[in-house]
């Protein structure tokens, strides 16, 4: 992984990851069914997660908010029964529709397979809460009940959870970066071998 990789990541937590409260509340009021908003922030985060650098972005809330709409229009799309509700909430946001390219669904894709090998990675409770929240699609008040724990609980292990996961990613694509810095030194003393 890139260093450029690696300061997304980093800038994604620093700059992103505060307005995914306010994300979540727009999509509650646009979508019906909650585990379709944790869908939606998850492949948002791994598109964003998939940019080589983040300079050109001079509003991280605007961006994100247009990256989690970019999503919503593909799975519009893709739907074959959509409620006119949700198409005039996700007009609401006036921003420009940018399809993705298959080349940056592959790299989502892969993206997703390291997240959940960090995922696997994580502290007990704190798996349990993101697997429940986030893969399941249990409800803040559904995961508390399931575990026993007040919902401040829940929303704190979550908050943990991305920061740990967002930290095994840049752990992940330093180890891969040097890995790479390696293997291309190795290819240039053999090239000079022969």
């Known amino acids: 992984m890139s260093t450029g990789r690696l300061s997304t990541i980093s800038w ?3 700059h992103v990851l505060p307005y995914e409260k306010e994300v979540r509340a727009w999509l509650r009021r646009a979508l019906r069914v909650p585990g379709d908003t944790d869908d939606v922030l998850q492949e948002a ?11 050109h972005i001079d509003n991280p809330r605007a961006y994100f908010f247009r990256v989690v709409r970019n999503v919503l229009l593909e799975q519009i799309r893709r739907a074959r029964v959509v409620r006119i509700d949700t198409i005039a909430q ?6 420009l529709d ?16 390291r997240v959940e090998r960090i995922i ?3 502290p007990s409770r704190c798996r349990w809460v993101i697997e429940l929240r986030k893969i ?15 919902e401040a609980v829940i929303e704190r292990e979550v908050a943990r959870g991305i920061r740990l996961i967002l930290k095994g990613m840049l752990e992940d694509g330093a180890t891969e970066a040097k890995a790479a810095g390696a293997r291309g030194h190795e290819r240039t003393r053999d090239s000079e071998k022969g």
């Open 90 to 95: 996700v007009d609401s946001l006036d921003v």
């Open 120 to 122: 696997a990675s994580l």
């Open 98 to 113: 940018e399809a993705a390219s298959p080349e940056r669904v592959v790299a989502g894709q892969s993206e997703l397979a």
């Open 45 to 55: 985060y791994c598109r964003m997660s998939a940019l080589q650098d983040v300079a």
């Open 12 to 14: 994604i937590g620093r």
């Open 136 to 150: 399941h699609g249990l409800s803040q008040r559904e995961a508390a009940e399931a575990l026993g724990v007040r």
